[in-house]
C-alpha cells in the first residue's frame, strides 16, 4: 500500500515535469485507471490524444493504441508503459498479407478496425472502431465492395447489421472475447435471471444473438448505468468493472470466464503496471516513433473515420 502510494506520488511528479498526460483504456488496472487524466474506449482515447495540449502522451492501453495517437500527435512524445502490450487482432493481420489480398480484390474499399498496425492502416481507406463500426460502413457508397479487417466477430456482426452483401471480412480475432461461449452464457441466465446481457461486439454470433446490448466499452459501461435493471452479465474484459461500479455502486455485475484462461482478462492489457508507467515516464521509453511517410499515410483512413463519427 505504501510501496502503490509512493508509486503514485512518483508518477504524478514526473508528470508534471513532463508536461505530460496520462491516457487509460478501461482494461488497465483500477490503480492505473485512477490516476489517469482520460479513461476510455479506443474512439474515445483516439479523440483525446488529439485534443490534448502538453509534451507526452503516456498511453496505458495497447501498442496499437499508442500509434493512433502519435499519428494525431506527430509532434508530441508518446510513450507506453510495455512495448510488449499487444493484441492477436494486430498479429492475425500482417500488412504484406492485406496487400496480397488486396491485389486479389481490386476495386474494393479497405474497412480497417483500429486494432491494426500502423502499417495495415497506411492501406485502409477508412478506420473504425466497436463503437462505430456500423456508421462507418453505412457512410460508404451501398454498390461499394468492402474488405473488412481483421476482426471476424466484428466483420459479421457488421454486415449483419447493415445488410451488405458485398463484404470479405478476414479472418482474425481478439484471444479474449472469441473465446467466450455461449454454452456458459446461457449458465450465467439461468443462475440470474433478471440479469441483462451486454456485450462487445468482438464475441462470436452465438453470444451476441444472446445479448440485449451490442457496444464498445464505454457504450455498454453507458448503456448498464442507464438501465433500470439492477443486474447484468457483462460480456467482455473484466478491466470495465471498475469504471461500472464508480458509476453504478448499487448495480451487481457478472463477468464470465472464457475458455483461453478461464478468466476474463487480456493478458495484453494486463503487462502494464504502475511501475512500468513510472519507469516511462522516467526515461521517455518504450516510446512510439513512426516515419513521417507512414503518419501521412496512417492518418488520412484514421481522419476519415473522425470526420464521419
Ligand atoms: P473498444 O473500442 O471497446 O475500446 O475495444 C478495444 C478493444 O481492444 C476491445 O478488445
Ligand atoms: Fe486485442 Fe482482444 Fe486484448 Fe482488445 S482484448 S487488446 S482485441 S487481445
Sequence with gaps: ??????????????????RAIILAHHYQDPEIQDLADAVGDSLELARKARAFEGDVIAFCGVWFMAETAKVLNPERI????????????????????LREWKAKNPGYAIVSYINTSIEVKAESDILCTSRNAVNIVNSIPAEQPILFVPDINLGNYVREQTGRADMKIWQGACIVHATFAARKLSRARSEHPSALVAAHPECPGDVLAMADFIGSTSAIIDWCAAQNA????????????????KLAPEKTFHFIPNEQCNCSECPYMKRNTLEKLRDALRNLSPRVDLSPELIERARRPIDRMLAVQ
Design 78 to 97: 508518446v510513450i507506453v508503459p510495455d512495448r510488449d502490450a499487444g493484441c492477436s487482432l494486430v498479429d492475425s493481420c500482417p500488412a504484406g498479407k
Design 1 to 18: 500500500m505504501l510501496a502503490t502510494a509512493s508509486i503514485t506520488e512518483e508518477i504524478a511528479e514526473l508528470k508534471r515535469a513532463r
Design 230 to 245: 439492477s443486474e447484468f452479465i457483462v460480456m467482455t474484459e473484466s478491466g470495465v468493472r471498475h469504471s461500472l461500479e
